[in-house]
């Protein structure tokens, strides 16, 4: 139960001795990281206010820095530069263990030799805790993640998803007051993962600490985070609401990263008629809707050519050809409840999500078919086409 | 299938098989040598090897016990300078190798070649030196000398560090920091016990090296009272045509050995795969 601020947080792994392993691992593979003179930046000017009680997720592509930003509030790693708060108390240098943290490891990290007792029991008797209030809060711990009959267990006697389990008890036994997590769930199984992302949402519900989470599923993301930081090669491209994000994604690199399928890119061109824009794209021309028409008119954008982005959900087939995109289906995917269809289109490739439901009789979707595709102006989004920024917002 | 795998495979299992055994007879015979000479008289024993026992077991045995070498005495002075320096040597290897294992800090590859360099020295060529340097600082004569300098001990280092690099995960090792463990408690509760296949190999060999030592202890103890079981093997060997009796010699070697399987009875129990298993996912 902490508030937890980062101001102006940078990591720079030195490019000489000590950091030499680390170079070779980052920058090679992790592309576009800025390298300056003090070696390579793996998280560059990260600022984020997280609230007392909150659960924010820190999600982005590997190599974006997201789980070296954990480490250094968790103090596993050293901060270069900037100044890390927990409950307004400056925490640059203050050891782990004294920074009233815990965390959970993506690989469980539970001691192999203790049993799962003395695996949740261990931090509270390194705080020299009494036997009695002890068992209390092991039991208790045990009971709410439903580890109850597995107390006297080695963890190598449990499967997969009772060893992350304990991992999360031993991490909330000693009621921290932020509760860290290092992709948890990358390691079980899909069923398994949606069913502990459930009970994640649950316990931060119970047990009402300041959850800090990190993960490349954008999943795991929109379901669980009060608030998302979506990075990218150390930088943080955006902070805001799953709605907020998924709605109004700042750059062509969040709208692509959230929401599945991901979105669907096309070069288009910005028209003006007063303050009315439409945008069209090959044949097609739609106009805007009143409330991004209006925020373009209010940032004074022209005419121009820019990225149209529409998510594949917001995409609807017709039947009548006419000012509409045209494409061959390449792929199509049965869902279930929706089809995903892979259409070529102008060159490039689209995503369509069709709901089984609203697919009409007698429409040709199979592989190889030709069929036409609309989206209503309020699903499009605008981007600049050098800087990729969305230009309805500032 | 089945007749053409017969065929094949059977001549050279048979093969491996001869072979096997033909090394297995000449890993055992010398203990069977060894326990058939234990019961022959010093006399028998002059004639060359016979493949029946004797009945002289008891008789050198007594002799042995009986006569004026302290072999009791020996056996726990060599008990004592072989398990303090097993103890000392893979407590403090297992520590240098952590620290090698576990921080970063300037200069840690410098130290760890330097480490795997003083493996290349071979204690012959110190040993001048060293007993001159226990001579200055008064610790001849001393079980001192035979047990502190285990505690570096540059290949138990370098197979710790080995095993660590494949079988310690960092994250344990940070779990147990945010935990709120200090360095010395993560050392050992954590590590100590993930550690136990290899501390118990380790144990055996810096056992058993320390209890066959004859070179440097021969050097360092004069005293009759202190000296270990192998300077006094080769004192029974080496003592005049009157006093010479081979049985008894056997009977020290064989009392001698004993120890030795006791204690890696003990240890091997722990020198068993996946003390790891189940920590972290791999």
Redesign the interface.
Known sequence: MATVSLQHIEKIYPAA??GKKKKKKEPEKKNNLKVTEQGVVAVDDFNLEIADQEFIVLVGPSGCGKSTTLRMV???EEITNGDLYIDGKRMNGV???DRD???V?????????LTVRQNLE??LK??KMPKAEMDKRVEHAADILGITQYLDR?????S?GQ?QRVAIG?AIV?EPKVLLMDEPLS?LDAKLRNQMRAEIIKLHQQIKTTFIYVTHDQTEAMTLGDRIVIMKDGVIQQVGTPQEVYDHPINTFVAGFIGVPQMNFYDGSLIRQGDQYSVSVGEAVIPLSAEKSARLAEKGISEGSVTVGIRPEHISLAEAPGRMLEGTVDVSEMMGASIHLHVSTMGCDSIIVVPTLNLQSGMDVSIGARIHFTFAGNAVHVFDRESGENLELD | MNKKYKNTVGPRRAAAYIVLIILTFFCLIWFYVLFINTTQSNSALKYGFTAVPGNYLFKNMYNLFHGPTPVLQGMLNSFIIAALSAVLCTYFSTMTAYAIHAY???GKKAIFTFILAIMMIPTQVTALGFIRLMNTMRLNDSFIPLIIPSIAAPITFFYMKQYMDSNL?G??I?????????EF?IFNS?VI??MKPAIAVQGIFTFVASWNNYFIPNLILSDKMKKTLPIMIAELRGSDWKTFDMGQVYAMITFAIFPVIIVYLILSKYIIG?????????
């Not at chain 1, 080695?154 to 449990?158: D, G, Q, T, V």
């Open positions: 001795e000590g968790a103090g596993l050891e782990s263990k943290i815990s965390m490891f993506q690989n469980y990290a539970l001691y192999p030799h261990f931090p390194l705080r080695k963890p190598k006697a449990l997969g060893r031993r000693r390691n | 970063s800090f300037k995960p994250s344990l940070e779990a147990a920091r945010i935990d709120g463990a200090g408690r954590i016990p993930l996946g003390v790891t298993a189940g920590g972290v996912k791999e």
